[in-house]
């Protein structure tokens, strides 16, 4: 078996390439002051269905730029008590719309597949990202 040598591996997240052919057409791009610093707060529409994102440091260029999903109306909070830089917050409403993602394992989905937040986090020049794909349900005491 032949194996390429990479440099990154986890029992419970994945690494996946973006390129830069894939883009989206950004309604938002706004730098916002979280915490001590700033960020990035952008967004995309596709089908009548909102994706908004908070980039927390500079993305651009990064490799293994970790994403984590957060609840929407959380997410400049969220984005202040990041404690990883740079990091891609993404938001996620808690209540499912139609068309729309309502939880985190589709999220996972539509990075490591394909969709629309894929596209829009491939469009702010990152070159790959991390996912957790293993998520906890319950703790076993």
């Known amino acids: ?7 990154f591996f986890s029992w419970t997240a994945r690494r996946v390439e973006l390129h830069e052919s894939e883009s989206a057409v950004l309604v938002l791009d706004e730098v916002v ?3 001590t ?26 490799h293994d730029v970790s994403v984590r ?20 917050l993404i938001g996620l409403r808690a209540a499912p719309s139609i068309g729309g993602c309502s939880d985190a394992r589709h ?26 794909w293993y998520h906890v349900i319950s703790a076993v005491a």
Do not use: H, N, W
């Open 1 to 7: 078996m032949t194996a390429r040598p990479e440099p």
């Open 33 to 35: 002051p979280v915490g």
């Open 37 to 62: 610093g700033t960020a990035r707060l952008i967004a995309t529409r596709v089908d009548d269905v909102d994706y908004l994102a908070l980039i927390v440091g500079d993305v651009a260029d990064r």
């Open 69 to 88: 999903v957060v609840d929407e109306e959380a997410l400049l909070i969220e984005g202040s008590r990041s404690e990883s830089s740079p990091e891609i």
């Open 107 to 132: 999220v996972d989905s539509q990075l490591c597949l394909d969709g629309p937040i894929r596209t829009m986090i491939a469009s702010i020049g990152v070159k790959s990202v991390v996912v957790d």
